[in-house]
């Protein structure tokens, strides 16, 4: 009889962002248990996603909910018992695999002739989840090594707040909002004020960016603008635009973690920037969810605004590198939130409180003067 294998983890619902503390059990099923959690899983249902180790992220082939943890022992024996582990889509899925390969090999080939701008809208509806996770997941590292490694946020309460309003704005937009299940925020202590959409459906919010707002509205708006990107695969699409040919061709050569697109994936990802249509679409998706949630559309204006006022959107990093603002953008976006209920907040402050304190001191250069 196979030995038992216990593990801690963090248990995804498939329906919000939020994670949820779990205790795992492998023995002839996987049990997944914790508050309010009772999960039993036959081991031959089991599917494992694109992530990268000593992360797993293991959930039944035809439900949305999944399981992650960093146990060796777990993973190894999850392998051994799980025949199906790394088995891919059915034949739908495949023919959908080759007819993208197919494509972006000729999309190698006709590249010169026709633009990669006009490829990139063509390919990005083709490039299927699992391809999509994967380029994330080589993203992300090299954007956090260009940013200088900054540290995870992971500060108790304001954690908790964050989590609680990712989750609040994805219920908000519902069932049919676009929002990949797998939707990932995360926060990062950086000077800088910005906040950055990955392929993947992965979201990097800079300390910066939270030390700058006055509301919490302000940070919701932000997060809303990039989950709009999200929802519209705008990451993806720009990052092929900037990285070219290395990104058509590592798919063809089934290199996507290799040498071939690692040249061009992290500093892409970090100064492509969004087509004014994109952009327009992100505040619109923006301000729809924040008055879905019960927040200020508004607030996005308020913040970019100041972010203007007072450097310019000078900074390498700032959000205006990447999402410029003019005053008739503005004028848009207040006009599509309407009048605001007076003080009514997308988090209260408490939460708010919490939130500022993500990664502990959290201050403006300013602010940290002493008089």
Known sequence: MAPTIEAEGRYFDGLSARPHPVRLHLDARLWVTGRGIAKDWDP?????????????????????????????????????????????E???????????????????????????????????????????????????????????????????????????????????????GSLPSDLTVTARRHEMANALALPGARVILLSGLIARAKTPDEVAAVLAHELGHVGARDPTRSLIRASGTSFLLSVVLGDLTGSTVI???????????????????????????????????AALADILERIAADDGGRGPLDLLRSHPLTAKRAAAIRALAGPNAPGRQILPASEWSALKGICGTNRTPDESRTP
């Open 44 to 88: 031959l249902d089991l599917r494992a996603a694109d992530s990268v180790p000593p992360l797993m992220r293991v959930g039944p082939a035809h439900a949305p909910d999944r399981v992650e943890f960093s146990d060796v022992a777990l993973a190894a024996a999850l392998a051994e018992r799980c025949p199906d582990l790394r088995r891919r």
């Open 90 to 176: 059915g034949a739908g899925g495949v023919r959908r695999l080759l007819l993208w390969s197919a494509v972006a090999g000729i999309s190698v080939l006709l590249v010169a002739s026709f633009g990669v701008p006009y490829l990139a809208r063509l390919l990005v509806p083709l490039v299927p989840d699992s391809v999509e996770a994967r380029l994330g997941a080589v993203v992300e590292p090299q954007v956090l090594r260009l940013l200088g490694q900054p540290p995870a946020c992971a500060e108790g309460p304001g954690r908790a707040a964050l989590d609680r309003l990712v989750a609040r704005l994805v219920a908000a937009r519902g069932p049919d």
């Open 263 to 297: 040249v061009a994936v992290g500093e892409a990802a970090l100064s492509a920037g969004y087509s004014r249509d994109a952009e327009r679409a992100a505040d619109a998706y923006a301000v729809d969810l924040m008055t879905r949630a019960g927040g200020n559309g």
